[in-house]
C-alpha cells in the first residue's frame, strides 16, 4: 500500500543564537515566522543547565503522564 501526502512549510525557524554551554551546543534564541503574514514570535532559553543527575526514572512514560 503506498500513501502520498502533500507537505507545505507554514513557519520557518532560525537559529538567532548558539552557544556552548557545559560543553553542549545550544540554542538560545530562535525566532518563528509564518510563511504568510507578518507576525513573528521570538523564543529565549536562559539558565539552562546539563548533566544535572536527575534519575532516569523521570522520563519513564508512567512518570510523563501524570
Known sequence: MTTS???STVR??????????QG???????L???THG???T???FSEI???LGLADELF???ELTK
Open 38 to 40: 507578518q507576525s513573528r
Open 49 to 51: 543547565q546539563y548533566d
Open 42 to 44: 521570538i523564543l529565549l
Open 60 to 62: 519513564e512514560h508512567a
Open 12 to 21: 520557518s525557524l532560525l537559529d538567532q543564537h548558539i552557544q556552548n554551554i
Open 5 to 7: 501526502s502533500t507537505w
Open 32 to 34: 518563528v515566522t509564518p
Open 24 to 30: 553542549y551546543w545550544t540554542r538560545t534564541k530562535m
